[in-house]
């Protein structure tokens, strides 16, 4: 169950990150080099890596990282529904 949670997080992660990468928010221009590298690509390689590690630490047997995962999800959506919003 933890690896489907996971994995569906991971999927709304990949389309927060994808929406605020295309808002051309004015905070992306002061955003470190590697949120843009690549088209963007990099960071969303990052994302990746996260959502497979926290997948691969669940199947082993530590349902935490779905805790933990589920947390970095909720800040996810509150960064990207401040930016989007335009509240921030």
């Known amino acids: 169950m933890a690896l489907i949670i996971i994995f569906i997080l991971g999927v709304a ?15 992306l221009g002061q955003a470190p080099w590697f949120f843009s590298a690549m088209g963007g690509w990099l960071s969303l390689s990052v994302e990746f890596v996260m959502l497979l590690g926290s997948m691969a630490m669940a199947a082993s047997g ?6 933990g ?3 970095y999800s909720v800040t996810n959506a509150a960064a990207a529904w401040l930016m989007l919003s335009g509240r921030i």
């Not at 992660?13 to 905070?27: E, G, I, K, Y």
């Not at 530590?62 to 805790?67: C, E, F, N, Q, V």
Request: proline share 8%.
């Open 13 to 27: 992660n990949f389309a927060m990150h994808r929406a605020v990468q295309d808002s051309d928010h004015p905070l």
């Open 62 to 67: 530590s349902p935490g990282w779905a805790w």
């Open 69 to 71: 995962y589920a947390a």
